[in-house]
């Protein structure tokens, strides 16, 4: 089948099997993006979630030997909910942000990936493929870019004009040749709503982002969250969209055709307390299927703890000093004792006294200290 004939047909099956956007770009090497990431990882940026091998994230044919084309895919996921609950006093609820909703991005898109790819081998049976979905070895937002999905937004997101940056990326590696689309000219132009927005600074230049500053990585990772970024969390649990929030091209942007991505409200804004005893088959069964599970639920009961804190919540107390004085993870204890050091009180003063009596392990012991610390403060 002729090249053109071929992509058009893939184009027309992406648009059956459910894919919003589908572009096409060259395997050739991201010689560009290989120096900014060698800068990045220079600057102290990274996450430590990416592949470490420069050379895989930037050489497609490191993937798939014989690597001609890149088919890239996007699909919309919903910004708004329906009877969404609300926190009280006594009921206070977190929040997993938009790109957690529904079932895992991750398994959708393979799922639309693996159908066109079928699509393809229907036509050119001895095709070779490989599909990424955010856990791959290339960078899905510079295929996205380079396949005119859209443009590398200065939150780093990648933008549409049609679904803004609420969209999951994805993409398939094939030694077929299918002629490539050519990247989209628009842009954020003089708009710097997302750097200024950003309550870290994490952002530190147009498409430039120090990930250890950022609230959506912080959340995920399972260490003590430095104090200083506490009070900024809110009531996240999972990730953190400031930075989409504010762009002009996400506003009034809302997609519900994907059913797989509609949020369950009591499951994306849980209640908090009940988070922090449940047990690890609870999680599973309730959080399982969500990619906001997939670092397990240490983050996130880490994050439900510093929610209950930032908002002084006195019923929760007896959680916390359960925690606090059983918990056998430092974090999960250290946490604690910050929490119930905000939210003060007679029972929770007693608790720090006595667990710094006990407590052998030193980060939890500094928590402690610096709890009553604050104790002195609010008291003296």
Not at 159 to 187: H, N, R
Not at 189 to 218: H, K, M, R, W
Request: glycine share 8%; aromatic share 8%.
């Amino acid at each position: 089948m002729e090249a053109e004939t071929l992509k058009q047909f893939l184009i027309a099956e992406a648009k059956d099997i459910g894919i919003d956007k589908v572009g096409f770009a060259t395997a050739d090497p991201f010689t560009e993006l290989k120096e900014r990431l060698m800068r990045h990882r220079e600057a102290g940026f990274e996450s430590g979630f990416e592949e470490p091998d420069l050379d895989k994230r930037t050489e497609p044919f490191k993937s798939l030997p014989g690597a001609k084309t890149i088919i890239a895919i996007a699909l919309a996921y919903p910004t708004r909910m329906e009877n969404s609950p609300q926190s009280h006093p006594g009921e206070r609820r977190g929040l997993f942000c938009r790109a957690s909703w529904g079932v895992d991005y991750h398994h959708v898109l393979r799922q639309r990936l693996e159908a066109l790819k079928e699509k393809l081998l229907e036509k050119v049976p001895d095709a070779s493929c490989e599909i990424m979905v955010d856990t791959g070895a290339l960078s899905d937002r510079a295929v996205a870019e380079r396949a005119g999905i859209g443009w590398s937004g200065k939150n780093t997101s990648i933008i549409t004009e049609e679904f803004g940056s609420w969209v999951y990326l994805g993409e398939m590696i094939t030694d077929v040749w299918l002629p490539p689309d050519a990247p989209v000219t628009s842009g954020c132009g003089d708009c710097n709503a997302c750097i200024e927005a950003c309550p870290t600074g994490a952002l530190v230049g147009p498409g430039q982002l120090n990930s250890q500053a950022c609230l959506a990585y912080l959340t995920q990772t399972k260490g003590f969250l430095a104090k200083e970024y506490r009070d900024l969390l809110g009531n996240y649990l999972y990730g953190f969209e400031t930075c989409q929030a504010v762009c002009p091209y996400n506003q009034k942007k809302n997609t519900s055709h994907h059913p797989e991505f509609q949020p369950d409200p009591e499951q994306v804004k849980p209640l908090l307390r009940p988070l922090l005893t449940i047990s690890n088959r609870e999680f599973r069964e309730r959080f399982g299927v969500m990619a906001g599970s997939w670092r397990g639920k240490k983050p996130i009961q880490r994050n439900a703890i510093i929610a209950l804190g930032k908002v002084r919540d006195h019923t929760a107390v007896p959680e916390l000093v359960q925690l606090l004085e059983t918990d056998p993870r430092p974090v999960i204890r250290g946490t604690a004792a910050w929490a119930l050091g905000r939210i003060r009180g007679e029972i929770a003063l007693q608790t720090l006294q006595q667990a710094l009596s006990l407590e052998v392990d030193e980060a939890v012991r500094s928590e402690i200290q610096d709890a009553l610390k604050e104790e002195v403060i609010e008291f003296g």
